[in-house]
């Protein structure tokens, strides 16, 4: 496994994005780059950040975009700087493929409201890394994660938290799903 995330990397963010899908807005209390981000406490130990290839804006769209993915941000931008923005600039390539597993794997429609821009938690399982995106709640996709993955107790933060047998993180904030993929 190892070896083969070694390989990946080597590909194109966008290259690897596609080979992996073959194969198998800014919140007022969402950003706070005070706070330590909760999920680093919460990686699993297989979890390396080194593996990780970067998507520009560019790639990460197209590729949401041809998933049928929306994506809304209360400043109407993607200027990875302006926390009122949603960006995707230099976001991890399994984040992508990870929020479109879960579209395609629960039928629901989904809309990412957070991405890699600034204003988030800080951390290195964070937003600002790429590890993380933000969707809005929708009753559809609340059942699929409640009834699908594990309930693992409350964050530090009082996020109820589930986890995905995968390994990813699905934390339900006050007006948002947050979720952190390795």
Known sequence: MRKMMKKS?????????????????????????DRKEPS????????????AAKLSQ???????????IAVSSSGNCTTR??????????INDTTINGIITL???SGC?????????????SGT?????????????????GNYIVNNFTYQGKRGDGAPLYKSSAGNLYAKESNHWDITYF
């Open 40 to 51: 680093d406490e919460y990686a699993p130990d297989w979890a390396d950040p080194s593996y």
């Open 125 to 141: 399982y964070s937003h600002w890394n790429g590890y993380k995106v933000d969707i809005s709640f929708s009753t559809c996709i």
């Open 81 to 90: 700087t302006n926390p009122s923005c949603t960006s995707f600039e230099q």
């Open 58 to 68: 560019a790639q990460a769209a197209s590729l949401i975009r041809a998933a049928g």
């Open 9 to 33: 990397a080597l590909l194109s963010g966008a290259a690897f994005a596609m080979t992996l899908l073959i194969s198998g807005s800014a919140f007022a209390d969402g950003h706070d780059e």
């Open 103 to 105: 579209k395609r794997a």
């Open 109 to 121: 429609a989904l809309t990412i409201t957070g991405g890699t821009e600034t204003g988030h938690s």
